[in-house]
Nanobody, 122 residues
Framework: QVQLVESGGGLVQAGGSLRLSCAAS????????MGWYRQAPGKQRELVAS???????NYAESVKGRFTISRDNAKNTVYLQLNSLKPEDTGVYYC????????????????WGQGTQVTVSS
């Protein structure tokens, strides 16, 4: 069984910074794409940033130049550095990963973490 556990959320003033972490554990054979999504109250969940196993990154226009996604493949962990935070960045941040597991055979699935709250005050 695979688990994704996020940490690092919190309350911060506008202009501040946070660093989110998401660690994957379980019967992991390999991890392909990893990403961060967020969901603001009353809105749909949206992609914030993603990173491939080779390190290619992709960002939502609204966070380009302020957020940085990175990963540590040895630790099965993806990070999101949030700088110059704005009130509109408030929401629950979820990580998502495409993980191949080995339990006698290989199977690939997408997994989600439980989410971590980020609140930016003005």
């Amino acid at each position: 069984q695979v688990q994704l556990v996020e940490s690092g959320g919190g309350l911060v003033q506008a202009g501040g910074s946070l660093r989110l972490s998401c660690a994957a554990s379980g019967s992991i054979f390999s991890i392909n794409d990893m990403g961060w999504y967020r969901q603001a109250p009353g809105k749909q969940r949206e992609l914030v940033a993603s990173i491939t196993s080779g390190g290619t990154t992709n960002y939502a226009e609204s966070v380009k130049g302020r957020f940085t996604i990175s990963r540590d493949n040895a630790k099965n962990t993806v990070y999101l550095q949030l700088n110059s935070l704005k009130p509109e960045d408030t929401g629950v941040y979820y990580c998502k990963a495409k993980i191949t597991t080995w339990e006698g055979y290989m199977m690939s699935n997408y997994y989600w973490g439980q989410g971590t709250q980020v609140t930016v005050s003005s």
